[in-house]
């Protein structure tokens, strides 16, 4: 049974940083292409952020290049997304996604290709 569970979510001022862990149990992390979603209230869930399984390759959404930052650790199944110069626009509940194999395609900004997803952590960015 895959588990992700994310962490460091929280409530911050405008132009503040935050950094989220998302701690996965699954026997083989090292071959698994990770990312980060969001939803903000009244709004589907958006790509924010992909890293390969190596960690080599990312991908960011354009509303958060050069602001947010994914990283894993393999060693300790984690993968972490710091978000800086935060907009109160960024206010959502953060998840991250595990994807079974390690292919980086086009689609990885696409949910669908995403097969275990964690419970989420609120993010909310005071102005």
């Known amino acids: 049974q895959v588990q992700l569970v994310e962490s460091g979510g929280g409530l911050v001022q405008a132009g503040g940083s935050l950094r989220l862990s998302c701690a996965a149990s699954?026997?083989?992390?090292?071959?698994?292409?990770m990312a980060w979603f969001r939803q903000a209230p009244g709004k589907e869930r958006e790509f924010v952020a992909a890293?390969?399984?190596?960690?080599?390759?990312?991908n960011y959404a354009d509303s958060v290049k050069g602001r947010f930052f994914i990283s894993r650790d393999n060693a300790r199944n984690t993968v972490y997304l710091q978000m800086n110069t935060l907009k109160p626009e960024d206010t959502a509940v953060y998840f991250c996604?595990?994807?079974?194999?390690?292919?980086?395609?086009?689609?990885?900004?696409?949910?669908?290709?995403?097969?275990?997803w964690g419970q989420g952590t609120q993010v909310t960015v005071a102005s």
């Open positions: 996604a595990l994807d079974q194999t390690s292919l980086w395609r086009s689609s990885v900004a696409s949910q669908q290709r995403y097969d275990y």
């Open positions: 699954v026997r083989a992390f090292s071959t698994n292409v």
């Open positions: 890293i390969s399984s190596g960690g080599s390759r990312t």
